[in-house]
DNA sequence: TTTAGTACCTTGTATTATTAGGTAGTGTGT
DNA sequence: ACACACTACCTAATAATACAAGGTACTAAA
């Protein structure tokens, strides 16, 4: 998979998972992991970078499987910032395969 | 638009123009502006990037607008890899957009 | 002569994903 | 008791690439 493709989409795939529903930043990998090859050394700088910015809040819960959960949950301007986010993303898709699809009969 | 979005695209929207007909850069430029917001300081360093790895070859024309244009021709090399990354891009966006759509591609 | 448009190019900066680690708790097998 | 795997958090250094902001030079029109 292309490395580069992956920038700033991962943050709109962690907003629209925790849109739906809080989960802690181990559980994202594995989510995210099922369809798109991801690293935990990505997920908890953006993760950091999100939450400094408010688009999270977070809490922690005891887990008896290993050390402590914490868990996000999306903020007002999370939800908005994933609104956003993925309107851009629907939009930047068209263009793009608009644009590597223009038919050429010559060929 | 979001910057990030972009990274590794424009290599795929430079070579599909490319794949149907010899350009020079700064009709790229202009092809490209129309879907995708970009600017010369992006793609010169980019076609020089590809034309390093033999993914292009090039030639002067004449110009009665201007200085002369600096043409595109893609390689073998180039077409193959226009083939993959398209490929790629196309099972990338089903990736995330089922991912954003919350269905895992594993089942 | 000046300006706008065409057409090429480069340097430095910002952003972000990755690699490759580290720390620590819990459960299983020997 | 001990080693190991798994869970779960984290960080530092590196690589890739788009951008802004410049520059050079040619042509045509005002």
Known sequence: MNIQFKKGVL?????SLLSR???Y???LVKKISNNVRISEGTIYPLLRRL???NYFE???KESTE???RKYYTLTKKGHEAKEELS???YDFVSRVNSLIEEEDISE
Chains 1, 2 share one sequence.
Do not use: H, R
């Open 58 to 60: 977070t809490y922690l």
């Open 51 to 53: 939450t400094k910015e």
């Open 66 to 68: 290993g050390p402590p």
């Open 87 to 89: 309107n851009e993303w």
């Open 21 to 23: 529903d809080d989960y």
């Open 25 to 27: 930043g181990y559980e």
């Open 11 to 15: 943050e709109l795939c962690v907003l």
